[in-house]
C-alpha cells in the first residue's frame, strides 16, 4: 500500500508540472502574439504628405505620421517600402504590400483591385500656375502644356480637358520643376500638395481658379487581407478620436 501511495504521489507532480496554467501564474506568465508586421508601400514625393527627409534619409510626412499612429493603436508593426507610384498601385492589386499609405483616392475602378480603409482626408485638384501668368486663371480657360503625375486623379482631370496638351511625369516633383523652368505652362495636382509647394517656392508658383474636384484619401489594402483592414480601421477610428487628424494638419499643412 505504502509503494502504491508512493508512485501516485510521484504521478501527480509529473502531472502537475506537465499542465499549463498549474502553476503559479507569476512564474508562468501568458505570453501575447505580439503586434501584425505588415509592408506598407508609399511614393515618398508627394510632400507634405510622404517624402525623403534629405537630412535624415527617413520618409517623412502627413501619412507616415498617421500611419505610426495607426500602427500605434492598433497593434501593427510596419515596414515601409519607398516605391513609384505605377509600382505601387500594381503592386497593391497583385498584393505583393500588405496596404499602402500615399495620398490615395478612394476610386471605383481601384476598389475593383484593392480594398481601402474609412477616407481619412478631403482633397480635389486644383491648377498651379507660375506667379506671372495673367492668362490661365482657372479651368475655363487652361491651355497649352499641362503637366501630371501620371496615373493619378490629376491625370484623370487633364485627360477630360480640351484645348490642352497634357505632359505626363513619374513624379509629381519633376512636374513642379518643369513648371518653374517654363517647360510647361500648368499642372494640375492635389490640393495639399499644390499648396505646399506653392509655399515653398513663394513668389514664383500661385494656384488659379478653384477645386476641380473632391475627392478622399484612404489606406489601400491587398484584397484577401481582412484582418489588416480590419486593424488599420480600428487604429484609424482611434486617431480620430484622440484628435490625430486635426494635429497633423496643423503641422504638416498649416504651421
Known amino acids: 500500500m505504502k509503494k502504491f501511495l508512493w508512485i501516485l504521489v510521484a504521478l501527480v507532480a509529473v502531472f502537475g508540472l506537465a499542465l499549463p496554467g498549474c502553476g503559479d501564474s507569476s ?3 501568458t505570453t501575447s502574439a505580439g503586434p501584425l508586421k505588415i509592408v506598407v ?8 504628405f510622404e517624402y525623403v527627409d534629405t537630412a535624415s534619409g527617413k520618409i517623412v510626412g502627413f501619412d507616415i505620421d498617421l500611419m505610426n499612429a495607426i500602427a500605434e493603436r492598433a497593434g501593427l508593426q510596419i515596414e ?3 516605391v513609384e507610384w505605377d509600382s505601387l498601385l500594381a503592386g497593391m492589386a497583385q498584393g505583393t504590400y500588405d496596404a499602402a499609405i500615399s495620398s490615395i483616392t478612394i476610386k471605383p475602378d481601384r476598389l475593383e483591385k484593392m480594398n481601402f480603409s474609412n477616407a481619412y482626408f478631403n482633397a480635389g485638384q486644383i491648377i498651379v500656375v507660375r506667379a506671372n501668368n495673367t492668362t490661365i ?3 475655363n480657360n487652361i491651355s497649352g502644356k499641362v503637366g501630371v503625375q501620371t496615373g493619378t486623379t490629376g ?7 480640351t484645348g490642352v496638351t497634357k505632359v505626363g511625369y513619374d513624379e509629381i516633383g519633376l ?6 523652368t517654363n517647360q510647361i505652362d500648368a499642372l494640375v495636382c492635389d490640393t495639399p500638395v499644390a499648396d505646399g509647394y506653392v509655399k515653398k517656392n513663394a513668389g514664383q508658383l500661385k494656384t488659379v481658379g478653384g477645386i476641380l474636384s473632391s475627392e ?6 491587398a484584397k484577401g487581407k481582412t484582418d489588416v483592414l480590419n486593424k488599420i480601421n480600428e487604429g484609424l477610428a482611434k486617431a480620430k478620436a484622440d484628435g490625430i487628424i486635426d494635429q497633423l494638419i496643423q503641422k504638416w499643412l498649416v504651421g
Open 216 to 221: 478622399e484619401y484612404g489606406i489601400a489594402v
Open 80 to 82: 515601409y517600402k519607398n
Open 137 to 139: 486663371t482657372g479651368a
Open 27 to 29: 512564474t508562468n506568465p
Open 175 to 180: 512636374a513642379f520643376a518643369a513648371l518653374l
Open 41 to 48: 508601400a508609399t511614393d515618398a514625393t508627394w510632400a507634405p
Open 155 to 161: 491625370d484623370d482631370e487633364v485627360s477630360a480637358m
